[in-house]
Every structure is written in C-alpha cells, then in structure tokens.
Nanobody, 124 residues
Framework: QVQLVESGGGLVQAGGSLSLSCGASGRTFSSVVMGWFRQAPGKEREFVAAITWSGSTTSYADSVKGRFTISRDSAKTTVILQMNSLKPEDTAVYYC?????????????????WGQGTQVTVSS
C-alpha cells in the first residue's frame, strides 16, 4: 500500500498563489507517476498535472498550463504543485494520486492510490 497525504490548501484571492504538497509513504515502486486531480462541486473529477518520479516528464491540463508547475523532491518523497495566477474557477478539492509505471496518463481510474484531498478556494 501507498499512503498519500496532501497539505497546503486554503483560501486565496484571485491572482494569488498557493503551493500544495503530497507526501508519499509505504510501498516503493521502481517507477511511479504522481498526479494531481481536482473536483469542483457538481463537476466531475479532472486531471490537473502529473510527473514521472524521475522528473523527466510532466503533463498539464490546458486550463492550468503556464500557471501551475508540478515538481518532486525524491529525497523527501514529496510532490509539489505550485499554483500561480489562481482564478475562481480553480476552486476545488485537489487530490494527489499515484500509479506504478513510467508513463503519464490523465485518466483518474488508472491511478491506484489517492490522498484524502485538500480544499482550494479562490475568491473573486
């Protein structure tokens, strides 16, 4: 089993920034992909960003490209989502997810492990 714990959510004004962290513990993989997803009230869960553990490959949803950056600190088994220029439409519960492998997929059902989620609220 892999345990994922998110932190860093909160309330911010439009145009502001937040940084989300996801700490991983438990089972180790020879290769792993870490992703961030979000779900707004009344909407389906959507892909936000993902990174291979080597850090060599990243992927972003079009809606966050140029504003969000995903990175990882393998020494601390932590993945960080830096969110800048936040918009009210970024308001959602953000979830960290993990899957074994070395290629990125954007389909949430392909991820095996999930964190509990952290709320991000952007006021206008």
């Amino acid at each position: 089993q892999v345990q994922l714990v998110e932190s860093g959510g909160g309330l911010v004004q439009a145009g502001g920034s937040l940084s989300l962290s996801c700490g991983a513990s438990g089972r180790t993989f020879s290769s792993v992909v870490m992703g961030w997803f979000r779900q707004a009230p009344g909407k389906e869960r959507e892909f936000v960003a993902a990174i291979t553990w080597s850090g060599s490959t990243t992927s972003y949803a079009d809606s966050v490209k140029g504003r969000f950056t995903i990175s990882r600190d393998s020494a601390k088994t932590t993945v960080i989502l830096q969110m800048n220029s936040l918009k009210p439409e970024d308001t959602a519960v953000y979830y960290c997810a993990a899957r074994g492998g070395n290629y990125i997929v954007t389909r949430g059902a392909s991820y095996d492990y999930w964190g509990q989620g952290t709320q991000v609220t952007v006021s206008s």
